[in-house]
């Protein structure tokens, strides 16, 4: 069985930073198998976004709104998805998820593992 459990939101000054981390549990050989991180965000009264991804080849992709300030990494050695965050702004608070995507050989398709999400929140 494979969980995400995300830690490391809470309550920021506008400016400041934050690093989110996704703890996946499961034996090292699960975390190897995931083809893409992504970190998703939920503003109030909002759809969940995508934010920044990961493939394992290392590609990486942010949104329009993330570029330059936020860092998607992996800690192999941790089992850990990390979201490095800098120069916080109020549009920034929300529940942050992270999702990892896996092929299931049982159901011979891509499944998506998701953690239960984070806040964050960015006073002004």
């Known amino acids: 069985q494979v969980q995400l459990v995300e830690s490391g939101g809470g309550l920021v000054q506008a400016g400041g930073s934050l690093r989110l981390s996704c703890r996946v549990s499961?034996?090292?050989?699960?975390?190897?198998?995931?083809?893409?991180w992504r970190w998703w965000r939920q503003a109030p009264g909002t759809q969940r976004a995508l934010i920044a991804s990961l493939t394992r080849t290392g590609y990486i992709n942010y949104a329009d709104s993330v570029e330059g300030r936020f860092t998607i990494s992996t800690d192999k050695d941790k089992n850990e998805v990390h979201l490095q965050m800098h120069a916080l702004e109020p549009e920034d608070t929300g529940v942050y998820s992270c999702?990892?995507?896996?092929?299931?050989?049982?159901?011979?398709?891509?499944?998506?593992?998701w953690g239960q999400g984070t806040q964050v929140t960015v006073s002004s």
């Open positions: 499961g034996s090292i050989s699960d975390f190897n198998d995931f083809n893409t």
């Open positions: 999702s990892g995507l896996r092929y299931d050989d049982d159901l011979g398709r891509f499944v998506d593992y």
